[in-house]
């Protein structure tokens, strides 16, 4: 049997993880709420190349934490607004030399696990999109994109290269890096797409497609990454261009983006940001994590993010609606942009 990896918070990242982990032959728990035990004997994946990936036998599926108690390495993929009440359930629970790596978005993430569990807790990112299909039993990746994760020091980096193997046996690569908080600062930038897609409703393939939508994403970045940058942080390249160039190639007509950022614009045209997936399934969302966490950080400073500002109260205004959402066109979501970039 292969190693004993538990995932706390199996929703469409943990699920699509643990069930290629399992895949592989690694020995996997996925704690999950009631919703998660519906989908037993069901639950697969399905790759970005369409290819299905079944489980096989050595996947549990579980609502009781106390089934993670033997794990040797755990990926927390909750939500950013559960990662406080995940913390008191991991301590209680958890071996100590039990290995945790958070695989969530948002920048503090980590630093909060870190603060309450020690140095076995790795940050780590997921650079690829994953949605629910078939009501949640098919976790199926609609970009493509890879692991990046700490490499850690000593047991923990001995554990690191253990999840490194097993995810490769299952055909996903994870890239163990030095400077995982770049990444997590990085990957926060790109992010920012979650609250434009969400404010407006469109998918990942339409709002690349919407130069209004584009615009709005660009000012976004450049604001974190300009705050970001006055934090004394400095972000990585996560995805083909560096944060810092994207912007200006988002700001390009339609036919040169689409040209010069292929790779950007040829996402499946299911793909859908966290946020929106959220909002429509009448969640909460993390947008205090992502724009909104670009917004605090200014202010901080004593500077301004009026674009993450706008993005951040219009996902709001969402949460609190019933559905039919009524979502921004990408049009007037610009315009209060400008107007709060104009104050
Ligand atoms: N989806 C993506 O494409 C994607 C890509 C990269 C990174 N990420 C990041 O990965 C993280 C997870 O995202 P996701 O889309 O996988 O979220 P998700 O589908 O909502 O999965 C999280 C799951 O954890 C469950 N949960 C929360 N607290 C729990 C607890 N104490 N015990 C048991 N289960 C618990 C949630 O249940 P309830 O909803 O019922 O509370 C939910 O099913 C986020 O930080 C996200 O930004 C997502």
Same mark, same amino acid.
């Given at each position: 049997?292969?190693p004993?990896i538990?995932?706390?918070?199996?929703?469409?990242?943990?699920?699509?993880?643990?069930?290629?982990l399992a895949?592989?032959?690694?020995?996997?728990?996925?704690?999950?709420?009631?919703?998660?035990?519906?989908h037993?004997?069901?639950?697969?994946?399905?790759?970005?190349?369409?290819a299905?990936?079944?489980?096989?036998a050595?996947?549990?599926?579980?609502?009781?934490?106390?089934?993670?108690?033997?794990?040797?390495?755990v990926?927390?993929t909750?939500k950013?607004?559960?990662?406080?009440?995940a913390c008191?359930?991991?301590?209680?629970?958890?071996?100590?030399?039990?290995?945790?790596?958070s695989l969530?978005?948002?920048l503090d993430?980590?630093?909060?696990?870190?603060?309450?569990?020690g140095d076995r807790?790795v940050?780590?990112?997921?650079?690829?999109n994953?949605?629910?299909?078939?009501?949640?039993a098919?976790?199926?990746?609609?970009t493509?994109?890879?692991?990046?994760?700490?490499?850690?020091?000593g047991? %923990?980096?001995?554990?690191? #290269?253990t999840?490194a !193997?097993a995810?490769? $046996?299952?055909? /996903?690569?994870?890239? &163990?890096?030095?400077d995982?908080?770049?990444?997590?600062?990085g990957k926060?930038?790109?992010?920012?797409i979650?609250?434009?897609?969400?404010?407006t409703?469109?998918?990942?393939?339409d709002?690349?497609?919407?130069?209004?939508?584009?615009?709005?994403?660009a000012?976004?970045m450049?604001?974190? %990454?300009?705050?970001?940058? #006055?934090?004394?942080? !400095?972000?990585?390249? $996560?995805?083909? /261009?560096?944060?810092? &160039?994207?912007?200006?190639?988002l700001?390009?007509?339609?036919a040169?983006?689409?040209?010069v950022a292929?790779?950007?614009?040829s996402v499946?045209?299911?793909?859908?940001?966290?946020?929106?997936?959220?909002l429509?399934?009448?969640?909460?969302?993390?947008i205090?994590?992502?724009?909104g966490?670009?917004?605090?950080?200014?202010?901080?400073?004593?500077a301004?993010?009026?674009?993450n500002?706008?993005?951040?109260a219009?996902?709001h205004?969402?949460e609190g609606?019933?559905a039919?959402?009524?979502f921004?066109?990408?049009?007037?979501?610009?315009?209060r942009?400008?107007?709060?970039?104009?104050?």
């Amino acid at each position: 049997m292969g190693p004993r990896i538990g995932v706390f918070g199996a929703g469409a990242i943990g699920g699509f993880l643990g069930v290629h982990l399992a895949a592989g032959g690694a020995d996997v728990t996925l704690l999950g709420r009631r919703s998660l035990l519906e989908h037993a004997g069901r639950l697969r994946a399905r790759r970005v190349d369409g290819a299905r990936v079944e489980p096989g036998a050595s996947l549990r599926l579980t609502d009781d934490p106390e089934q993670l108690r033997d794990r040797e390495l755990v990926l927390v993929t909750v939500k950013s607004g559960d990662t406080e009440a995940a913390c008191t359930q991991l301590a209680a629970l958890t071996r100590r030399d039990c290995v945790l790596v958070s695989l969530q978005n948002g920048l503090d993430n980590s630093a909060t696990l870190r603060a309450r569990l020690g140095d076995r807790v790795v940050g780590g990112i997921v650079s690829y999109n994953v949605i629910r299909e078939d009501g949640g039993a098919c976790l199926r990746q609609t970009t493509g994109g890879s692991i990046l994760a700490g490499r850690g020091a000593g047991e %923990v980096a001995a554990a690191m #290269r253990t999840l490194a !193997r097993a995810l490769d $046996v299952a055909g /996903l690569t994870l890239e &163990l890096r030095d400077d995982i908080d770049e990444v997590l600062a990085g990957k926060l930038v790109i992010n920012l797409i979650n609250g434009v897609c969400a404010a407006t409703g469109l998918s990942l393939a339409d709002m690349l497609r919407s130069r209004d939508a584009r615009w709005c994403w660009a000012q976004c970045m450049r604001e974190g %990454v300009d705050i970001l940058t #006055r934090d004394g942080r !400095r972000p990585a390249r $996560v995805i083909a /261009l560096p944060p810092w &160039l994207l912007p200006r190639v988002l700001g390009l007509p339609n036919a040169i983006v689409t040209r010069v950022a292929r790779r950007l614009v040829s996402v499946d045209p299911a793909a859908r940001s966290s946020t929106l997936q959220d909002l429509e399934r009448g969640k909460p969302t993390e947008i205090d994590a992502l724009n909104g966490a670009i917004a605090r950080l200014a202010a901080r400073h004593g500077a301004r993010a009026p674009a993450n500002e706008v993005v951040t109260a219009a996902v709001h205004e969402l949460e609190g609606q019933r559905a039919p959402l009524r979502f921004l066109a990408p049009g007037e979501l610009r315009a209060r942009v400008e107007a709060a970039r104009g104050r």
